[in-house]
């Protein structure tokens, strides 16, 4: 029997035509309206607001699901590819939310694994846009969900062998199920102010242990700041994009690559506001932020986690062109003293940056680490043990100044000689050591000041104790830890960058590696 006369090339062509818009028409124009009417953009608009006008090559546009419905079901829910960043070459993943809400099943796994693997395999870097309700039902009910198609040594993680490539994920919507895992994975996570992030949906989360709640309440901003699974919050999609585009721009493609650089600026305020900034009280607060206006480029300060553990500022900054990763405390927020969340956040941004070969740069003004019962039920002793020993076994230049206070654990957690800075330098005002002078006195001294004031009055007291504070003070300055090399200088504050950019270009030292 002779086979029926095959298609000619321009009904196949006609054909692919067809199968393209419907996968271009996504939902289809009731669903992108129903998009459209809850604020949010759809997975196209966002492709297209994020890459470079025309840069986007599509994987995967023609998939469909092994469970097929009567309608089309564009992509299983997904949009994933190629394009550029400010002519940077990343791979993409777009959740659909107009195809039945962004849900995942098999196909839609298998699209999402092989451009992550690529990704990675390729040292690319990973944009991921997050907006879906999580696994769907029936697809990923029973023996099915044993056989879904994730590998997790590619799709959460770097193979091994490989190098680490950024991923930069941006939760537009609801983030739950798969699109949690891809904020749980991410290196940078921007957010929406309406958008959530959770492990499953408020409708589950009802419907397994009866608990009501709403989608900020389960996962939103102010949540997903403090605990970590987002590291930026913005009003608007159209911020997110520049936010991803912003973040990208100081990350190399891969951990293989130095930063990126960029014509060198000069910073915001003068060297010479260094000399007033510091208050003559070291109980009286500051802004940090002027210290790091007068010391990094000018307009390239890019904070990571700003909402959360508040007495520590981490970002991304420029010094001269280079790519810097600044930790700062902040006098503001509790004297700057470090809780649990301030160390876990630092501890991030730590291995952040060493990660990806950019240089750290501490400007310290810390009274200690915070104690008491809710430092303890918080982890202030596991987080701060994890944070120095991550700190000591850093590849990158890391270089520290004291700019007032240096005390206990605090001074050490914020690049002290036993994590190994490649330099350590101190302002003249600076304080170093085991406890404040007013705090030392009486912790160390009570016995003698109790004894005092038995035998002379308040009076006695008071003046034995300024007394010993004098000394401790004489003993807290920066003389002595120069004379006995603890720290590597004293420094006119004016002279900072100079200082922090010399520090930087000799710890990246002469041997082979990323520099």
């Known amino acids: 029997m002779d086979r029926p006369t095959p298609p ?25 309206q129903r998009q459209h009417d809850n604020g949010r953009l759809t997975v196209r608009e966002r492709i297209d ?47 659909d939310a107009t195809v039945l809400a962004g849900t995942t099943a098999p196909i839609s796994m298998r699209k999402q694994g092989r451009i992550a693997e690529f990704a990675a395999r ?41 190098p680490a490539i950024p991923r930069i994920a941006a939760v537009l919507g609801p983030g739950y199920g798969d699109s949690a895992l891809h904020a749980g994975t991410a290196h940078i996570v921007v ?21 009501k709640v709403t989608d900020q309440e389960l996962g939103g901003p102010e949540h997903a700041q403090e605990i ?10 159209a911020e997110a994009f520049d936010a991803i585009a912003a973040y990208l721009s100081y990350l190399p493609s891969n951990a293989s690559r130095p930063a990126p650089r960029a014509p ?36 390239t300060f890019l904070p990571w986690r700003p909402e959360a553990g508040r007495a520590v500022i981490t970002a991304f900054a420029r010094m001269a062109g280079q790519v810097v990763g600044v ?37 310290q003004d810390v009274p200690g680490l915070m104690i008491g019962i809710q430092a303890e039920r918080q982890g202030i002793v596991q987080w701060y043990e994890r944070l120095v020993a991550r700190l000591a076994r850093t590849k990158v230049p890391h270089v520290a100044v004291v700019i007032r206070k ?69 003993e807290s300055a920066p003389w002595e830890s120069a004379a006995h090399t603890y720290v590597d200088d004293i420094i006119d504050p004016r002279q900072t960058r100079e200082v922090i950019l010399t520090g930087i270009e000799f710890g990246w030292g002469d041997r082979d590696g990323v520099r």
């Not at 590619?154 to 490989?162: A, D, R």
């Not at 970590?228 to 999609?237: K, R, W």
């Not at 405390?329 to 956040?345: F, I, Q, T, V, Y």
């Open 191 to 211: 957010m929406t102010e309406s958008s959530s992030i959770a492990l499953s949906g408020p409708s589950v989360v009802e419907s397994a242990i009866g608990e």
């Open 49 to 95: 607001g994020v890459l470079d006008e025309g840069s986007f090559y599509e994987i995967g546009m023609l998939a469909e699901p092994e469970r097929r419905l009567e309608r089309p079901i564009p992509g299983d829910g997904c949009v994933t590819g190629f394009g550029r960043i400010d002519g940077r070459k990343v791979c993409l993943i777009g959740i």
């Open 327 to 363: 930790i700062a405390n902040n006098p503001r927020h509790g004297a700057g003293a470090l809780d649990a969340r301030a160390l876990e956040k630092s501890h991030g941004f730590i291995d952040l940056c060493d990660t990806f070969n950019i240089p750290l740069v501490f400007l």
């Open 406 to 474: 240096a005390f206990g654990g605090g001074h050490y957690a914020m690049g002290g000689r036993p994590t190994l800075p490649d330099l350590l330098v101190c302002w003249p005002t600076a304080e170093l050591g085991f406890m404040a002078p007013d705090t030392g006195v009486v912790t160390v001294n009570r016995r003698r000041l109790e004894a005092a004031e038995a035998e002379g009055g308040r009076a006695a007291r008071e003046a034995l104790e300024a007394e010993l504070t004098q000394e401790w003070i004489d």
């Open 264 to 299: 060198a600026v000069e910073p915001r305020l003068p060297a010479e506001s260094l000399l007033d900034v510091v208050p003559s009280n070291p109980k009286q607060a500051y802004d940090m932020h002027d210290v790091i206006d007068a010391i990094v480029d000018a307009d």
């Open 228 to 237: 970590g699974t987002a590291h930026l919050v913005v009003p608007t999609e």
């Open 122 to 162: 390729k040292g690319l870097p990973l944009v991921l846009l997050c907006d879906a309700d999580g696994g769907r039902i029936p697809d990923v009910m029973g023996w099915r969900f044993s056989g879904l198609p994730f590998d997790f040594s590619s799709f959460l993680q770097t193979p091994e062998g490989y």
């Open 8 to 32: 000619t090339m321009e009904e196949r062509l006609a054909q692919l035509e067809a199968r393209r818009e419907i996968a271009l028409a996504m939902g289809g124009p009731e669903r992108v």
